[in-house]
């Protein structure tokens, strides 16, 4: 009985897929769910390359870099090895010199720059394997980083308002931070980073003047970040200051000026 029911229902089959109308259904239906198939993968593909994926990928993957090495720093500094930085290579697909760039201006975002700092960034070097070449293309790439930021350095800023100021005293300290690190032998060679100091003044869009108000000559211990507000009070302010008081004086027989 039950080879009858099995031999009936191999015939409807049959019979089903001898039917051109049945076949053709069935030729239809495949190529629908083939289409549909295939425009799933095409926008899973378009969503993953996309730029805010691609954006949120490289994010995340900075973060895992500060999140890896902020824990070294201070106290464990000294542990910091090359085996550490090639597992960052392995989790986040970064250079060394990548590593190092990303989580240098994370400090330099984010830290006082003291003597913690030098030592914290110095160790780092060491554990990269950097040499005088890499030490001054990370500096060029972080002094062109900053200048796309906060615009060229200006000291005179009695024009602007606040906000404004607050942007140009921190472009400013960003300038004397770098400058700073290209005159470290131990960060990179005085050779190369003479020549990388005149280049970033050329980048910052500063004077010798300028590089000499805002330079850092001693790193302290405190916690506390370096402030360029004072050395921002420019010879022009000063001179600005010179014609106000002469302006109150009057003119002849110290008579106040008349309004207009």
Known sequence: AEEGVLSTAVGY???AVANPAVRNLGILGGVVLAG??????????????????KRKRQVNKNVVVVERLRDFF??????????HIRGLQGKTGFKPEEIFRKYMRYKLNEEAFNVDFVADVLALKRACDLDGDAMKS???????????????LMRDVSDM???????????????????YLADLDEFIPS??????????KEVFGATDEDFEKLRISA??????????LEAMITEKSA??????????????????????
């Open 138 to 152: 990370v500096l060029m790439e972080t002094g062109e980083r900053m200048v796309k930021k906060y615009g060229i």
């Open 239 to 260: 001179g600005d200051k010179s014609d106000e008081g002469g302006d109150t004086q009057g003119g002849e027989g110290g008579e106040p000026p008349v309004a207009a």
């Open 219 to 228: 790193l302290g211990a405190e916690k506390a970040d370096i402030d360029v």
């Open 191 to 200: 050779s190369e980073g003479k020549a990388c100091q005149q280049r970033l």
């Open 74 to 83: 201070p106290e464990n500094r000294d542990s910091l090895t090359k085996g």
């Open 161 to 179: 308002g606040a906000a404004g100021v607050q942007r140009k005293v921190d472009g400013c300290s960003m300038f004397a931070k770098v400058m």
């Open 13 to 15: 089959v049959q019979n």
């Open 36 to 53: 549909s198939f295939a425009l799933s993968v095409y926008n899973v593909y378009m969503r993953y390359n996309s730029s805010r994926s």
